[in-house]
């Protein structure tokens, strides 16, 4: 990002913090209707990513040359054409009413600067699979074999992706243009009053002093933080720059440290209340209330962090790492006497749970963060500070905003081709209509789409393909939204391109490719937990109270049992064949099946009492 100075970087801080305002008048009076919402938000967005981030990744330029003040100004023609002339696109009927000279042009405008704001916000991957489906919408009849598409004329491409709601302007962008904008605004709200820094300050003086407190520091300010802030590279530069030298102080190797943290950032995105753009997105694309996926989402995320706190407290005592001085910590006493500064999170989650719309919960818990403020003569919140957290919220909406509008071109790609049908097919053919077979599919899809994209875009195209083929073997949609959602996060610690974890690689000093293999031992369950809520819907809170409380107790079991197992390690070293029932008993504690929970939960039961002793030698983490 361009760093700008001078009479340029006020304008453009006037320009966030406009956009800002706007969105919150939106947020409280009422936004306006879906496709003009959409329109306003991208073309607010669109000039900024010309004027605050260079055609080449890495460039020190404080200027904004002359090409990218043109590409700014002509990125809003799009826009200010759909703004004015809103009621006559809205009155034409698709695929009936010509195209005309003007929109013909005006779209293809608007796909090539998207595209380019996406090369340069997003990366390289998301812009070529976003241009490779808008030419397949116009070439596809020319594929070969099961590719081979319909055929398209160029004005209804442009129809398609320019003048429809399912193209740029479908549901994607206009999560971003509503839901997302506001969380992240709350987001600086947070930061400004001081509540960002109780996350931190609560974690240090209720785990700092035990065994390995720095790492489980780390697991826990970043499932705090990390649930605002929904991106897992930003979660470990927001928190690994304090914990992974503290957790490296204490003994911790390095690729130990770097793991750490790049598993407790990435789970921050299935850590409700808020849990990034991509919960938002799966709330509207399955039409439902969004507080029922976060219900769905607590479950498992409450497995994937207590799995990942027992494994750092395990590899703490195997190598004998302790914690850290108390004088060196917040005091515990302080922590307890400022937990009124957590009444925005927990108010959120109440306005959530009793089925209040998103944006006006988190209307209300910005009004909520400013209060708790003015307790606080340190972060007290006066107009400039306001208006700083509204800047900084709105700041770094570009990046989902044009990830979703470039993944919106996919999706519409795929409804105007029927390319999921395909896809759909090639899956089919492949599992052979084994459902098993199919999961691990779309595994693999959702594993090599977030690989190369941020977590919103890997999940929305994984969506498009995978969710409908899940949904015709018979698995739950909100199952298979989640399944998709949760290996696109996934991702980021799952090497050869981990995003997450080389992130904490180069704050760790350590070597990239065995932090990432760290780190996707510590998040196992991650790997297990969305193929056992697909079969068992006890996991994902929806299945019955006798299956809800079966999936909460075995889960338990099952979180020790892939501890012990992972980490070779109970009370003493234990050998790799006790390491083995362990593994097998936890992965029984996850069978639809109560008689298999019963019998996984006895098993690593019977292994613990057992095998707790150890029998061999311990080893470096």
């Known amino acids: ?24 008048y939106t947020a409280v009076f009422g936004t306006y209707e879906a496709y003009l919402q959409r329109m306003i938000h991208l073309t607010w967005v669109l000039p900024m990513v010309f004027v605050l981030y260079p055609a080449k990744r890495g460039s020190e330029s404080f200027n904004v040359p002359w090409y990218d003040w043109s590409l700014a100004l002509v990125s809003i023609l799009p826009g200010l054409y759909g703004i004015f002339m809103y009621e006559e696109i809205t009155m034409r009927i698709i695929q009936v009413d010509p195209v005309t000279t003007a929109q013909l042009v005006l779209g293809s405008i608007l796909l090539f600067i998207l595209l380019e704001a996406t090369r340069r916000i997003v990366g390289w991957p998301l812009a070529i699979i976003a241009g490779f489906f808008a030419g397949y919408m116009y070439f596809g009849h020319l594929m070969p074999g099961i590719l081979k598409g319909l055929s398209f004329t160029l004005p209804e491409v442009i129809e398609e992706i320019y003048l429809t709601d399912e193209g740029v302007f479908s549901i994607p962008l206009g999560v971003s243009a509503t839901f997302v904008m506001i969380f992240l605004i709350f987001g600086g709200f947070l930061e400004k009053s001081g509540i960002g820094e109780y996350f931190m300050e609560f974690a240090q003086a209720f785990t700092g002093t ?9 697991v826990v300010s970043s499932a705090l933080f990390g649930s605002i802030s929904g991106a897992a590279v930003a979660n470990v530069y927001g928190t690994g720059t304090f914990t992974i030298p503290l957790m490296k102080r204490i003994g911790y190797p390095p690729f130990f440290a770097g793991a750490v943290e790049a598993v407790a950032s990435s789970g921050g995105q299935i850590m409700p209340p808020i849990m990034g753009a991509g919960a938002f997105i799966m709330a509207s694309l399955l039409g439902i ?10 479950l498992p995320a409450l497995l994937y962090y207590g799995a990942v706190l027992l494994m750092v407290h395990l590899g703490a005592l195997k190598n004998n790492l302790k914690g850290l001085s108390e004088k060196d910590l917040p005091s515990k006493s302080k922590a307890i006497r400022d937990i009124y500064k957590m009444i925005p999170i927990a108010g959120l989650v109440y306005l959530l749970l009793k089925g209040y719309t998103p944006m006006l919960a988190a209307v209300i818990g910005i009004a909520m963060a400013w209060v708790i403020s003015l307790f606080d003569s340190k ?19 570009p990046v989902v905003c044009i990830a979703c509008a470039a993944a919106g071109i996919v999706v519409g790609s795929v409804a105007l081709t029927g390319f999921g049908f395909k896809f759909v097919g090639m899956v089919f053919s492949f599992a052979r209509d084994i459902p098993f077979i199919a999961l691990i599919l779309i595994m693999l899809v959702s594993l090599v789409l977030g690989m190369g994209l941020p977590t919103t875009g890997a999940y929305i195209l994984a969506a498009a393909l995978g969710v409908p083929v899940l949904v015709k073997l018979g698995f739950a949609p909100l199952a298979a939204h989640m399944f998709v959602f949760y290996f696109a996060i996934i991702s980021n610690i799952t090497p ?18 065995r932090t990432g293999f760290a780190a996707m031992r510590l998040g196992i369950l991650a790997f297990v937990v969305p193929f056992a809520f697909c079969y068992d819907k006890g996991f994902i809170l929806s299945g019955g109270i006798v299956a809800n409380i079966a999936a909460v107790v075995s889960g338990v079991f099952a979180i020790f049992a892939m501890g012990y197992a992972m980490m070779s390690f109970i009370k003493g070293p234990i050998k790799q ?7 097998l008993t936890g992965l029984l504690c996850f069978s639809p099946l109560l008689l298999m929970k019963a019998i996984g939960m006895a098993g690593v039961t019977v292994a613990y009492f057992l095998f707790r002793k150890g029998y061999s030698s311990g080893s470096q983490a």
């Open 379 to 397: 972060n007290r919140m006066g107009p400039r500070a306001i208006c700083d957290a509204i800047y900084t919220g709105a700041k770094n909406i």
């Open 496 to 513: 050869p391109v981990a995003l997450a974890a080389y992130a904490a690689s180069s704050i760790a000093g350590s070597d990239p490719n």
């Open 1 to 24: 990002m361009r760093k700008l100075s001078g009479p340029i970087e006020k304008i453009i801080y006037l320009y966030i913090l406009a956009m800002g305002i706007f969105h919150l």
């Open 289 to 298: 209330q969004y507080r029922l996926v976060m219900i769905a989402a607590i």
């Open 577 to 583: 064949w006790q390491r083995l029932i362990f593994a």
């Open 210 to 218: 035990t065994p390995g407190g720095p790492a489980k520091i780390a």
